[in-house]
């Protein structure tokens, strides 16, 4: 797959540059070559992915935390450390963000975790309930920038909701690609907005190669593949987990931090926005450990984790956790650096762990997480029994979904009892 180059930071025609802010240059995470701002991905030396490269230079932290705290009730209120201009507040977006760090003190006691140490980061509050809103609202301002009328994306389910809702509210035609197999709740979710959807006949790695393919074909031509051709940009979304934890818990780094891995992008950015708060000094320098979670049934990060091994192998998925069933992790190898570094761990839990830990964190939390919020409790749950992770301290486990989405998952969940409407029925069944 060659990079393109469809937009720069120069318009050769109006001499004008491209306004995203504190965003310098896209640079190769491999080999660090740098290239200016524009809708490509892969390194042309080195085929290595490339990420946004900031200029955080003029920021006075304390200058720069009061704006934060200044700014909106979701994502833009860090657009000073994020690849948009700095009016993104003014423009058409479905500004998710600033959702709930929720003290988790009842599953802290199931979990045996020490009071008040435990928190769900609660990321179904977003407006199409999940993460992904995050990331597709910086694609959007990106799309918007480099002068992209059509957005498009493979996806597992919640990113093509996630697309479809900003592209309606942005004023962008939509055309998403998802496999043609996934939960009924996740494509009406997607469909609603109006905008096309298609399912491939395949899994996600192939609805990924057909995109691949059809991002340089002229049938593809002038379309943001929010996760493709616009991914360095769509990827930062991500950072502003690490930021509104960090903030939530009042300006102060959490020690241990479960997330979930699919591609494994959202646990890398969430590792580079908590190294720039320490850098910019709005958190203590202090050790963090960072802990990935998978499905038992897509899980070739934590196998290759456990294994010991650099590279990840490609599995075929087979798992209720739809949302994280990317069986060839482009982060993969990253992620595994990452929990290596730390002093993290990648693990991994069966569908019914997955089960068992919705109904847990619904019982004892009243949080009804899709299966990936099952994935990432019911890894806490194991990693607190091997020791892995450390009770004492700070904790925060992220919920990225809806139930609403995922109900297949606890479809055995029902009524306690059915009686007829008499008292003399209620006492028989033994609820009085
Ligand atoms: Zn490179």
């Avoid at 943001?224 to 939530?248: D, H, M, W």
């Avoid at 991994?348 to 939390?365: C, F, G, P, S």
Wanted: hydrophobic share 40%; glycine share 10%.
């Amino acid at each position: 797959m060659a990079a393109q180059t469809v937009a720069s930071t120069t318009d050769s025609a109006a001499g004008t540059s491209v306004d995203l802010g504190p965003a310098a240059a896209l640079s190769c995470r491999e080999c660090g070559h740098r290239v200016p701002l524009g809708s490509v991905f892969a390194c042309e030396e080195c085929f290595g992915p490339l990420e946004i490269a900031y200029d955080f230079s003029a920021y006075d932290t304390e200058e720069l935390r009061k704006r934060i705290e200044a700014g909106p009730a979701n994502i833009w209120r860090y657009a000073p450390l994020l690849p948009v201009p700095a009016d993104v507040a003014t423009k058409p977006n479905i500004n998710p963000g600033w959702t709930k760090l929720v003290q988790a003190d009842n599953l802290a006691r199931e979990l045996g975790v020490d009071a008040g140490k435990l928190f769900v980061k609660d990321d179904s509050g977003n407006p199409t309930h999940s993460f992904k809103d995050r990331v597709v609202a910086q694609a959007i301002e990106a799309a918007r920038a480099f002068g992209f009328t059509t957005l498009s994306c493979s996806s597992t389910g919640n990113l093509a909701g996630a697309v479809g809702a900003a592209a309606a509210r942005a004023g962008f035609r939509s055309c998403v690609f998802i496999p043609h197999d996934l939960e009924q709740g996740k494509v009406v979710m997607a469909a609603v907005y109006g905008g096309d959807l298609v399912g491939i006949e395949g899994n996600y790695d192939d609805v990924n190669r057909f995109c691949s393919e059809l991002i340089g074909d002229p049938a593809g031509e002038g379309w943001g593949f929010v996760n493709v051709n616009l991914r360095p940009y769509y990827a930062e979304g991500s950072k502003t987990l690490a930021y509104e934890i960090c903030e939530q818990l009042g300006w102060r780094l959490p020690d241990q931090i479960v997330v979930p891995i699919a591609s494994g992008s959202q646990l890398t950015k969430i590792d580079k926005g908590l190294q720039e708060l320490i850098k910019l000094g709005l958190v203590e320098d202090k050790p963090y450990r960072i802990f990935g979670a998978q499905a038992e049934g897509c899980s070739p990060v934590s196998t290759a984790y456990k294994a010991g091994h650099d590279v990840v192998r490609p599995q075929k998925p087979n798992t209720i956790a739809k949302s994280l069933a990317i069986g060839n992790p482009a982060d993969g190898p990253y992620v595994l650096d990452i929990a290596r570094r730390t002093g993290g761990a990648v693990e991994d839990v069966t569908d019914e762990q997955v089960v068992d830990a919705i109904k847990l964190l619904a019982r004892t939390e009243g949080i009804f997480a899709e299966t990936a919020g099952g994935v990432t409790v019911g890894v806490t749950r194991k990693l607190v029994e091997s020791g892995a992770l450390d009770p004492s301290l700070t904790t925060v486990v992220l919920n990225t979904g809806d139930g609403l989405k995922t109900l297949d998952a606890v479809a055995g969940t029902g009524m306690t009892a059915t009686i007829r409407p008499s008292l003399d029925s209620f006492r028989e069944a033994g609820l009085a």
